[in-house]
């Protein structure tokens, strides 16, 4: 294991790591918190969270923090390695009473160096739309006044407001989880009314539901999204803004696409509720963790688990990719990635979607060039340890040669189709992937199914689905979704027949976490390849809250709100290895 030494040295707090690249070291002179310093009792507050944001000015300093702390939400510029915090002048200082910050996010589209829009949402359930910059608070959303009571109400939901985002290309919408495990789409330019909404079922799947608001004039929410069991921890979109992952208490990972409003795959932890989720690049991978204190890979294009990753002692609380160290070796460079145009026009659902679907469909279909790709994320848990990781080809793509990955790959096909005249392929398709779980490791047979069935099965969803959600044309959106009505429980399109029955039994009832286990929904440890951490190192007295990679840092905060940079290998510049002297005159 990565975790080194023992007795005392496991517990000091470290203030650098060394990996392949190089030493990583913490910036103490770069240290974010509340103006004083002075750490915050955590005990019964919302987790700190960290929003970067750049305005891109003409100073060639335009990156911009937000953080919150227990009541308190904090706005400054932020200089990285460059220079030393100033925590004496925020841009920005906010204190609320009634109710914490939980979550925010900018609005990269719309940020300059005179405004920037920010949404905060807020543990009673409110969403609040701010300019930090001009200090400003623009609209409150879930948050209507009784003319006859003057008093505040909550008409769309009461819980606590779990993440919050904006919709990727666009300016206008965004989407906010709450702990009641609903999920609802805003429009800023929209009110919320006055009175309780009321909705209609636009789509319905296995342990999900979506609902459009009811009413003669347009108004907020425009989607009302009902998801899993318990509370909805975290989502995010894909990095062509097509799919929306989602990670609830119930333990399952749910992927959806957000255009058609359809189930496209679902995971299930190996106990307890998933607390957190990201994408790599690509698009390709989710990888998540939670209260069983492992990060779980899942394929997004094979709808499997193809890992786990065993090195923290406790919940794991953020999961995030290393865009900057993460390495794909291809011909095409732009494959899978989205291109500038795909996020240009309003109508987001077709065209961006075909046009990712068939470079992913050619990547994984005709490509036999020899890839070399390793993925790096990291992770960080109550356990008060950053752990860094590296997903290789060993996982990615197991030990067999590329023409039989070929072969078997259309034998997937034939046996999804129910075809069966062609004798070789029948004789080949003994390793099929409903056996491919008892195999022993390592696991030769984790094949891909045939990402041209994939765009077959997903071209009727895409081309029916909700293409007009800028334009908020609901009417037409239902008669649109009318017509695709079909296949709901997507996820299960992976696995061979025998193991769908299985799983198709499990759906007519309450999922049983006993049953899921050792089905492709959860696969057993052992059937899978187990991932050690590169490094494994406590840095905090208090449980981690916050990873982020930039491109010369990587930022984490802990409970106590302190916010620190770790500059990347070479990173650190000669004004930033000065130390910084505290006004009571002691050595930060």
Same mark, same amino acid.
């Given at each position: 294991?990565?975790?080194?030494?023992?007795?005392?040295?496991?517990?000091?707090?470290?203030?650098?790591?060394?990996?392949?690249?190089?030493?990583?070291?913490?910036?103490?002179?770069?240290?974010?918190?509340?103006?004083?310093?002075?750490?915050?009792?955590?005990?019964?507050?919302?987790?700190?969270?960290?929003?970067?944001?750049?305005?891109?000015?003409?100073?060639?300093?335009?990156?911009?923090?937000? =953080?919150?702390?227990?009541?308190?939400?904090? $706005?400054?510029?932020?200089?990285?390695?460059?220079?030393?915090?100033?925590?004496?002048?925020?841009?920005?200082?906010?204190?609320?009473?009634?109710?914490?910050?939980?979550?925010?996010?900018?609005?990269?589209?719309?940020?300059?160096? !005179?405004? @920037?829009?920010?949404?905060?949402?807020?543990?009673?359930?409110?969403?609040?739309?701010?300019?930090?910059?001009?200090?400003?608070?623009?609209?409150?959303?879930?948050?209507?006044?009784?003319?006859?009571?003057?008093?505040?109400?909550?008409?769309?939901?009461?819980?606590? @407001?779990?993440?919050?985002?904006? @919709?990727?290309?666009?300016?206008?919408?965004?989407?906010?989880?709450?702990?009641?495990?609903?999920?609802?789409?805003?429009?800023?330019?929209?009110?919320?009314?006055?009175?309780?909404?009321?909705?209609?079922? %636009?789509?319905?799947?296995?342990?999900?539901?979506?609902?459009?608001?009811?009413?003669?004039? #347009?108004?907020?929410?425009?989607?009302?999204?009902?998801?899993?069991?318990?509370?909805?921890?975290?989502?995010?979109?894909?990095?062509?803004?097509?799919?929306?992952?989602?990670?609830?208490?119930?333990?399952? %990972?749910?992927?959806?696409?957000?255009?058609?409003?359809?189930?496209?795959?679902?995971?299930?932890?190996?106990?307890?509720?998933?607390?957190?989720?990201?994408?790599?690049? !690509?698009?390709?991978?989710?990888?998540?963790?939670?209260?069983?204190?492992?990060?779980?890979?899942?394929?997004?294009?094979?709808?499997?688990?193809?890992?786990?990753?065993?090195?923290?002692?406790?919940?794991?609380?953020?999961?995030?990719?290393?865009?900057?160290?993460?390495?794909?070796?291809?011909?095409?460079?732009?494959? =899978?990635?989205?291109? !500038?145009?795909?996020?240009?026009?309003?109508?987001?659902?077709?065209?961006?979607?075909?046009?990712?679907?068939?470079?992913?469909?050619?990547?994984?279909?005709? !490509?036999?060039?020899?890839?070399?790709?390793?993925?790096?994320?990291?992770?960080?848990?109550?356990?008060?340890?950053?752990? %860094?990781?590296?997903?290789?080809?060993?996982?990615? $793509?197991?030990?067999?040669?590329?023409?039989?990955?070929?072969?078997?790959?259309?034998?997937?096909?034939?046996?999804?189709?129910?075809?069966?005249?062609?004798?070789?392929?029948?004789?080949?398709?003994?390793?099929?992937?409903?056996?491919?779980?008892? &195999?022993?490791?390592?696991?030769?047979?984790?094949?891909?199914?045939?990402?041209?069935?994939?765009?077959?099965?997903?071209?009727?969803?895409?081309?029916?689905?909700?293409?007009? $959600?800028?334009?908020?044309?609901?009417?037409?959106?239902?008669?649109?979704?009318?017509?695709?009505?079909?296949?709901?429980?997507?996820?299960?399109?992976?696995?061979?027949?025998?193991? &769908?029955?299985?799983?198709?039994?499990?759906?007519?009832?309450?999922?049983?976490?006993?049953?899921?286990?050792?089905?492709?929904?959860?696969?057993?440890?052992?059937?899978?390849?187990?991932?050690?951490?590169?490094?494994?190192?406590?840095?905090?007295?208090?449980?981690? #809250?916050?990873?982020? =990679?930039?491109?010369?840092?990587?930022?984490?905060?802990?409970?106590?709100?302190?916010?620190? #940079?770790?500059?990347?290998?070479?990173?650190?510049?000669?004004?930033?290895?000065?130390?910084?002297?505290?006004?009571?005159?002691?050595?930060?």
């Amino acid at each position: 294991m990565a975790a080194e030494g023992g007795g005392k040295e496991l517990n000091e707090i470290k203030t650098q790591f060394n990996t392949r690249e190089g030493v990583y070291k913490l910036l103490t002179h770069s240290e974010y918190s509340r103006p004083n310093r002075v750490p915050f009792n955590s005990q019964g507050s919302n987790p700190v969270k960290v929003s970067f944001v750049n305005v891109n000015d003409q100073s060639g300093n335009g990156d911009r923090i937000c =953080f919150n702390v227990g009541r308190e939400l904090y $706005f400054y510029i932020y200089k990285g390695v460059r220079k030393a915090a100033d925590l004496s002048k925020p841009i920005d200082k906010r204190i609320y009473k009634g109710t914490q910050p939980t979550c925010h996010d900018f609005n990269h589209l719309t940020a300059t160096a !005179d405004t @920037v829009s920010l949404l905060v949402g807020f543990s009673a359930g409110q969403v609040q739309l701010i300019d930090p910059i001009k200090r400003e608070t623009s609209k409150l959303f879930n948050e209507e006044v009784s003319c006859h009571e003057k008093r505040e109400r909550r008409l769309i939901d009461k819980s606590r @407001v779990t993440c919050v985002k904006w @919709v990727p290309g666009l300016e206008r919408l965004f989407l906010v989880a709450h702990s009641s495990g609903n999920m609802y789409l805003y429009n800023v330019e929209n009110t919320c009314g006055t009175t309780a909404p009321h909705y209609q079922l %636009l789509k319905q799947g296995k342990n999900y539901s979506v609902h459009t608001c009811k009413s003669k004039s #347009t108004r907020n929410p425009l989607l009302k999204w009902t998801v899993g069991e318990g509370a909805l921890n975290e989502f995010a979109f894909s990095p062509d803004g097509k799919f929306l992952a989602c990670v609830s208490q119930d333990g399952f %990972l749910r992927v959806f696409n957000f255009d058609a409003v359809e189930l496209h795959g679902t995971m299930k932890s190996y106990f307890g509720g998933l607390l957190c989720m990201c994408w790599s690049p !690509d698009g390709k991978y989710i990888v998540a963790g939670g209260e069983d204190d492992l990060v779980t890979v899942w394929s997004f294009v094979d709808c499997r688990v193809i890992a786990r990753g065993h090195g923290h002692k406790s919940w794991v609380s953020v999961v995030a990719f290393d865009h900057y160290t993460t390495s794909v070796e291809d011909a095409d460079p732009m494959e =899978f990635n989205g291109s !500038d145009e795909d996020f240009q026009g309003l109508h987001f659902g077709r065209d961006r979607a075909n046009s990712t679907q068939s470079r992913l469909s050619k990547r994984n279909s005709t !490509d036999s060039r020899t890839v070399h790709t390793t993925y790096r994320f990291g992770s960080v848990g109550q356990d008060t340890q950053l752990c %860094l990781w590296d997903l290789t080809e060993d996982i990615l $793509f197991p030990h067999l040669p590329l023409s039989r990955t070929r072969t078997h790959t259309n034998v997937m096909n034939a046996t999804m189709n129910n075809v069966s005249n062609n004798p070789s392929t029948n004789d080949s398709g003994a390793n099929t992937p409903s056996n491919s779980l008892s &195999s022993p490791l390592p696991r030769s047979n984790s094949l891909p199914h045939s990402p041209a069935m994939t765009a077959n099965n997903k071209s009727c969803a895409i081309a029916s689905g909700v293409s007009k $959600f800028a334009t908020l044309s609901l009417h037409d959106r239902r008669e649109q979704h009318q017509e695709t009505d079909h296949k709901r429980n997507h996820s299960m399109g992976h696995i061979s027949s025998k193991s &769908s029955d299985k799983l198709n039994m499990l759906t007519k009832s309450r999922t049983d976490p006993a049953k899921t286990l050792g089905t492709p929904l959860c696969p057993r440890m052992e059937d899978l390849p187990l991932l050690e951490p590169l490094i494994c190192k406590k840095i905090a007295h208090e449980r981690l #809250t916050v990873l982020i =990679f930039l491109e010369d840092c990587i930022v984490t905060a802990c409970q106590e709100g302190f916010i620190w #940079t770790w500059a990347r290998p070479g990173k650190v510049g000669l004004s930033s290895q000065k130390q910084a002297v505290s006004p009571s005159g002691t050595i930060i």
